[in-house]
């Protein structure tokens, strides 16, 4: 990967995660748990699954339920 790609590829992710952040503001908190649950859920269940769609949307299903029993 040269030095212009690698910079495109930086500009990017900064970007995202700056547009990420924001819209977060005006959730509550039990949706930023949600949210949060989901995304962690996701990653747990891609994981142990080995990569499984089916595995990475029932963790992010599961993960989601539980963010927002706990953000109560």
Do not use: E, F
């Not at 040269?2 to 910079?7: P, T």
């Not at 930023?32 to 089916?54: F, M, P």
């Amino acid at each position: 990967m040269n030095a212009l790609n690698s910079r495109k590829l930086t500009s990017l992710l900064v970007l995202t995660c700056a547009l990420s952040m924001s819209a977060c503001s005006s959730m509550s908190t039990r949706d930023k748990a949600t949210a949060a649950g989901a995304a962690i859920g996701g990653v747990a269940g891609a994981v142990l699954t080995g990569g499984s769609g089916i595995g990475t949307v029932g963790g992010a299903a599961v993960g989601g339920i539980i963010g927002n029993q706990v953000g109560k």
